[in-house]
């Protein structure tokens, strides 16, 4: 009788589990403008120069192209900081679209090494990468 | 091993449906700027050069139309030709809006390009290019001020060629920096911000 019990509930357990893989591997993902904020805190640059090698940016920022993922970064500092292709000055942000996955290098005054990375991953179009998609999704919130 | 035969045990179980599922197709609002952007907009930093058309080079000089501002050199082998020609490809399909558009074109090589050969370079790309030269000092403040980083390589023969930042700055009709392209865009995504930034 509990030989079968526990039958039943692995089967359960197992059916639910299936039916939440089916939706994360089948049903389309859809987003509205998914902006990946960074920000630049006041005083950093002065942290920098007293020597402290304050972290204030990851090493790499993962984003995904045709799910509108959109880096924007905020200079919080007292001066001005420059990111990639651009300067910004204190209090400006800047947003930056991309429409083509690959890892692309940045030059960034705020982090440690002076270098950001960014990886840029293919639209998840089959189940198994929703599935992961959905994942480290799901991983980022949770660390938040 | 056990990752492979997972992923097919899931694989098989899910029917391998890949073409049954209906692809996320989001495309970003027309509104949306292909180019990176600034925000608040801030005035560009101004410049202060000799023109290849023999006036002097300053963004006052254009209030009232959308300058494309970029930095490269004549002698430039591979990027500055690719950016010339998308550029002029955008121009040339805006139209008689490009009358609005401005492209100007700095040199990071004062040593080889002066007003004359800058402008032979760029005419051969679209007539209405106005390049920047001047003094190494001179230029140095508009490198400082936009952040363009420049790298000289010398061959062993003497000769040198030039590695340099080569996005393109956006600065719309009120002389504010609003975008920045980066290299290898496609003459359509130039297009598309440039509407914007015309109004139309």
């Given at each position: 009788?509990?030989?079968?019990?526990?039958?039943?509930?692995?089967?359960?357990?197992?059916?639910?589990?299936?039916?939440?893989?089916?939706?994360?591997?089948f049903t389309p993902i859809e987003t509205g403008s998914r902006e990946k904020l960074f920000e630049i805190p006041k005083g950093t640059y002065a942290r920098r120069r007293a020597g402290d090698l304050v972290e204030i940016l990851p090493d790499r920022i993962q984003l995904t192209v045709g799910l509108q993922d959109v880096l924007l970064i905020h200079n919080?500092?007292?001066?001005?900081?420059?990111?990639?292709?651009?300067?910004?000055?204190?209090?400006?942000?800047?947003?930056?679209?991309?429409?083509?996955?690959?890892?692309?290098?940045?030059?960034?005054?705020?982090?440690?090494?002076?270098?950001?990375?960014?990886?840029?991953?293919?639209?998840?179009?089959?189940?198994?990468?929703?599935?992961?998609?959905?994942?480290?999704?799901?991983?980022?919130?949770?660390?938040? | 091993?056990?990752?492979?035969?997972?992923?097919?045990?899931?694989?098989?179980?899910?029917?391998?449906?890949?073409?049954?599922?209906?692809?996320?197709?989001?495309?970003?609002?027309?509104?949306?700027?292909?180019?990176?952007?600034?925000?608040?907009?801030?005035?560009?930093?101004?410049?202060?050069?000799?023109?290849?058309?023999?006036?002097?080079?300053?963004?006052?000089?254009?209030?009232?139309?959308?300058?494309?501002?970029?930095?490269?050199?004549?002698?430039?082998?591979?990027?500055?030709?690719?950016?010339?020609?998308?550029?002029?490809?955008?121009?040339?399909?805006?139209?008689?809006?490009?009358?609005?558009?401005?492209?100007?074109?700095?040199?990071?090589?004062?040593?080889?390009?002066?007003?004359?050969?800058?402008?032979?370079?760029?005419?051969?790309?679209?007539?209405?290019?106005?390049?920047?030269?001047?003094?190494?000092?001179?230029?140095?403040?508009?490198?400082?001020?936009?952040?363009?980083?420049?790298?000289?390589?010398?061959?062993?023969?003497?000769?040198?060629?030039?590695?340099?930042?080569?996005?393109?700055?956006?600065?719309?009709?009120?002389?504010?920096?609003?975008?920045?392209?980066?290299?290898?865009?496609?003459?359509?995504?130039?297009?598309?911000?440039?509407?914007?930034?015309?109004?139309?």
């Amino acid at each position: 009788m509990k030989s079968r019990s526990l039958w039943i509930a692995c089967a359960l357990v197992a059916g639910a589990l299936l039916v939440a893989l089916g939706w994360a591997g089948f049903t389309p993902i859809e987003t509205g403008s998914r902006e990946k904020l960074f920000e630049i805190p006041k005083g950093t640059y002065a942290r920098r120069r007293a020597g402290d090698l304050v972290e204030i940016l990851p090493d790499r920022i993962q984003l995904t192209v045709g799910l509108q993922d959109v880096l924007l970064i905020h200079n919080l500092d007292d001066v001005p900081q420059t990111f990639g292709p651009t300067i910004m000055m204190p209090g400006q942000s800047f947003r930056l679209p991309f429409e083509r996955a690959a890892s692309y290098q940045f030059v960034c005054t705020a982090h440690a090494s002076g270098q950001l990375t960014i990886d840029v991953a293919p639209e998840p179009v089959t189940p198994w990468a929703r599935i992961r998609w959905r994942v480290r999704e799901w991983r980022e919130n949770h660390r938040k | 091993m056990i990752v492979n035969f997972v992923r097919l045990i899931v694989s098989l179980l899910l029917g391998i449906g890949v073409a049954a599922a209906a692809p996320p197709s989001l495309s970003p609002p027309d509104d949306l700027f292909k180019a990176g952007t600034l925000s608040p907009a801030m005035p560009a930093p101004e410049l202060s050069l000799a023109g290849s058309d023999g006036k002097p080079l300053t963004l006052q000089r254009f209030h009232g139309k959308v300058v494309l501002l970029a930095f490269g050199f004549s002698n430039c082998g591979e990027v500055c030709p690719i950016t010339l020609a998308t550029l002029a490809g955008a121009r040339k399909k805006l139209g008689a809006e490009a009358a609005d558009v401005q492209v100007t074109y700095v040199t990071v090589d004062p040593e080889r390009d002066d007003a004359a050969q800058m402008k032979k370079f760029l005419g051969s790309f679209d007539p209405t290019f106005v390049g920047g030269v001047g003094t190494r000092a001179q230029l140095e403040v508009a490198y400082k001020n936009y952040g363009i980083s420049i790298s000289k390589k010398t061959n062993a023969d003497g000769s040198y060629t030039i590695g340099h930042s080569s996005s393109i700055y956006m600065i719309d009709r009120f002389g504010r920096l609003r975008a920045v392209m980066p290299y290898g865009h496609p003459v359509d995504d130039f297009v598309h911000d440039l509407k914007i930034l015309l109004g139309t």
